[in-house]
């Protein structure tokens, strides 16, 4: 089971950015041997630096978040229960300055405040994809900074089998169809790479 990582933490664009501008300069390389229009690979030669651009940054990004996290986490946790998921749609920049929707889901976490022991509500960082429905138990660890005000979320229990039964039932209603234009963006992504691979293969 992978590791459940926040959507600050996560990397899970770089591979593909990564193998994209492999096939891309192996394709660019090829023209610029055969000297088929050296101006226009020198010009494709630059545009390709815009995704490793910006796969370092989140490589960056990712790596910066997971040592504050680790850091929260030398501190003793409290107990919380996964009482519900929050789920949100938000807009980001795709490499063609165009945007598309994502969604982000929300964790919602009971705990004892510490002091009067009541119970009080936190929400999690945002995931990029629904958590809850790889685990078996909503009982979680809750680590808090000095501030008091931002919380790391650990210790899930996982299930053994995908068929097993969550912590929550999906909701049709929440889930809907055509909200979510993720997968279909890892499509069209897979889609393109294959067309690169074959031209690298004819040539």
Not at 6 to 35: D, G, H, Q
Not at 75 to 87: H, Q, V, Y
Not at 142 to 153: A, C, F
């Amino acid at each position: 089971m992978r590791k459940i990582r926040t959507k600050r933490e996560s990397m899970a664009m770089v591979p593909n950015l990564l193998i994209f501008s492999v096939v891309w300069y192996i394709l660019l390389i090829r023209n610029i041997i055969s000297e088929k229009s050296i101006g226009m690979s020198l010009m494709f030669l630059i545009a390709g630096i815009l995704p490793l651009f910006m796969a370092v940054q989140q490589i960056r990004r990712a790596v910066y978040f997971r040592r504050l996290h680790r850091e929260v986490m030398n501190r003793p946790p409290k107990r919380g229960r996964i009482i519900s998921c929050n789920k949100a749609f938000c807009e980001v920049e795709t490499r063609e300055a165009a945007s598309r929707k994502m969604a982000e889901y929300k964790l919602i976490i009971q705990m004892d405040d510490g002091v009067s022991f009541e119970p009080v509500q936190i929400e999690s960082e945002p995931y990029s994809w629904p958590v809850y429905k790889v685990l078996a138990s909503p009982e979680v660890d809750v680590y808090t900074d000095d501030s008091g005000w931002h919380h790391v979320i650990d210790g899930f229990h996982y299930k053994k089998h995908r068929s097993d039964e969550g912590i929550f039932k999906d909701n049709p209603w929440e889930d809907g169809l055509g909200n979510d234009n993720s997968r279909i963006f890892n499509v069209i992504w897979a889609v393109l790479l294959i067309i690169f691979l074959i031209s690298i293969l004819r040539g």
